[in-house]
């Protein structure tokens, strides 16, 4: 399709108002200036929470009203409604759960009535919450209803089992700040500056396009097609809050959107960044992406095939089929009130030069395409990548993000009781690591972390878990820079090691290792007596005896320290590194 194709779009004589927000009005729950700096002053006596990273994106799209109308997180009754029904309590349309968890020890201190302040990680003041509700859910039930599955593979299924705490908060918000972001400023607008745009520049027909990954030719000439198809302006925005482990990472994907801008037409096309945590929730993800961008002003909505799928399960099937988004989205068209632009995927067609729908693709068309595993296999041996897939200008930043040859960081994570034998076989398999490579590998061991990294932390639960994330957030560090970390506590909760595996994914492979030694075998070691002194009552939770050990359901990898030598182990170790692209053969 020529640019000259899109260009001659039709002319509104006569501006409609800007499609109404979900519920009919926008909910901007930031209080004015004065106000704002009153509660701020008044909420330095008040219980503090620090928010989480999706806690945090959640927090953000309340206050500025892209969750209208939501005025705060869940309630119960509203919480149950979403899961069972996907309504509010009062009747409206609202697909996915929006919910503050905090731990039972946290909970404990509240009652509702009760004001709370949130903050974010430098324990900045952006909200209070007036407390209605304190509940304990149904996870389980949760899952299964708004994923649809148990499955720990589905990445929101595992934040919901692993790593969400166990007691709900609701209530209304009352916003002091906004969220301080220091990169991309002019492109982060909230629905209220989105929709004063629309309105200044005439832009009244606007059909929005949600994207977590760069984008290329095939994502071009779609939105070219779906908006020539609605005769409307495009709204490129994607998330930039949390998306899925692996994806690339924003900075390098709105540079590549940057990129990308100057090959539609003139005053067609805008970027704007939303700052979402996704949930990965496929038709039910779908249904909440198309109310989010009715709240910024969008009219249309571009729905392609696997909207917000996470991939495939633990039998090695797809967790939605490809179309269920678009059938779902057809049931509440009417109640959405944004207009649904189902679009096949666009395929190139080596044999007539040009990109087709993959619904008018023929029997004798040479169809070419590209996985997002051969591009990055591309962009590691640094062959070429095709023209016809993407821009030179989006190549280039993706190769300086990704240089050929780079090394990808990456974490192995033992863990096991105490005697297992986890900093043995970690020896071992750092022996052999050095043998076949030069990478810069950076030992983690239990022992030696509580010497230095977390002295003076005891064995409570509390401290056990703080010691597990302080070790996690060095590795995550040293695998974000091509490193690799090697570490050896006995983490023995399921949670931890969850936040764990969330925080070196954000920056390359996490490989958990469950080194499963039998207790007794662990104890008749016990080199240092310290079963023994458990057995006797001298030392309070003591993993194995007096407190559990939470084994892992999924490990990578699970070897039993009493059922070979180190060395064999490590081997086994090292050929799925080797399986995973990891070590070189």
């Known amino acids: 399709m020529s640019q000259s194709a899109l260009a001659a779009l039709p002319v509104e004589t006569e501006l409609e108002p800007l499609i109404a927000p979900h519920g009919g009005t926008l909910k901007d729950l930031y209080l004015p200036y004065a106000e704002a700096q009153a509660l701020k002053q008044r909420s330095a006596g008040l219980p ?53 968890d905090v731990s039972e020890a946290f909970a404990a201190t509240l009652a509702p009535g009760a004001e709370i302040v949130l903050r974010d990680a430098q324990s900045v003041p952006l909200a209070v919450l007036e407390l209605q509700d304190i509940y304990r859910p149904d996870r389980a039930h949760e899952a299964q209803q708004v994923f649809g599955t148990q499955d720990h593979l589905h990445p929101g299924v595992a934040e919901l089992l692993e790593r969400t705490q166990p007691v709900y908060l609701g ?47 095939a994502h071009r000439e779609l939105t070219l097609r779906a908006a020539q ?28 959107y940057r990129a990308l801008l100057p090959q539609y037409p003139a005053d067609s096309a805008k970027l704007s960044l939303l700052p979402l945590a996704m949930r990965m929730g496929g038709p039910r993800e779908a249904i909440w992406h198309a109310i989010i961008r009715k709240n910024y002003g969008a009219t249309h909505f571009i729905v392609g095939r696997d909207h917000a799928g996470p991939g495939q399960d633990s039998n090695g099937q797809p967790f939605y089929g490809p179309f269920d988004a678009q059938h779902l989205l057809e ?43 051969q591009l990055r296999r591309h ?102 820079h091509g490193g ?23 920056h390359g492979d996490f490989i958990e290792i ?10 008749a070691r016990d080199r240092k007596g310290l ?31 009493s059922g070979a030598e180190p060395a064999v182990l490590a081997g086994h170790i090292l050929g799925l590194l080797r399986d995973r692209g990891l070590l070189s053969a």
């Open 48 to 100: 503090a929470l620090d928010l989480n990273t999706r806690q945090l994106c959640d927090l953000e799209l309340l206050l500025n009203g892209a969750f209208s109308p939501l005025e705060g997180f869940l309630t119960e009754r509203d919480y149950l409604r979403v899961v069972n029904e996907l309504r509010l309590a009062d009747g409206t349309l609202w697909p996915i759960p929006v919910t503050l």
């Open 171 to 217: 209530g209304r918000l009352r916003g002091i700040q906004q969220p301080v972001h220091y990169d991309f400023t002019e492109l982060r607008d909230s629905p209220r500056t989105l929709r004063a745009w629309f309105e200044a520049n005439g832009w009244r027909r606007v059909v929005a396009f949600q994207t977590r990954n760069p984008m290329h030719r």
């Open 229 to 256: 198809k609605v005769g409307a302006k495009l709204l490129i925005q994607p998330s930039v809050g949390r998306t899925k482990p692996g994806d690339v990472d924003h900075y390098t994907r709105v540079r590549c």
């Open 331 to 373: 049931r509440y068209q009417d109640e959405l009130g944004i207009q649904v632009v189902a679009f096949p995927a666009m395929v190139y067609a080596a044999n007539r030069d040009a990109y087709v729908p993959a619904t008018e693709v023929a029997a004798d068309d040479e169809v070419r395409d590209i996985s997002g595993t």
């Open 379 to 480: 962009l590691h041996e640094g062959t070429d990548i095709p023209a016809w897939f993407t821009f030179p200008e989006v190549v280039k930043i993706l190769r300086e993000r990704h240089p050929a040859q780079a090394p990808r960081g990456f974490a192995l994570f033992f863990t096991g009781l105490s005697g297992a034998g986890k900093s043995t076989i970690a020896q071992a398999v750092v022996s052999q690591l050095l043998e076949h490579t030069s990478r810069a590998v950076t030992v983690l061991d239990g022992d030696e972390v509580r010497k230095h990294l977390s002295r003076g932390l005891g064995f409570s639960r509390e401290d056990r878990d703080a010691n597990v994330t302080r070790i996690a957030y060095v590795a995550s560090e040293i695998v974000r």
């Open 484 to 506: 690799v970390a090697v570490c050896a506590p006995i983490a023995p909760y399921a949670n931890t090691r969850a936040e764990a595996r969330g925080l070196v994914e954000a």
């Open 514 to 523: 469950h080194v499963s030694t039998p207790l007794e075998v662990c104890e």
């Open 531 to 561: 079963y023994a002194q458990a057995r006797a009552g001298k030392i309070a939770q003591f993993t194995g005896i007096s407190d559990p050990y939470e084994a892992p359901e999924q490990p990578e990898v699970r070897v039993d320290g």
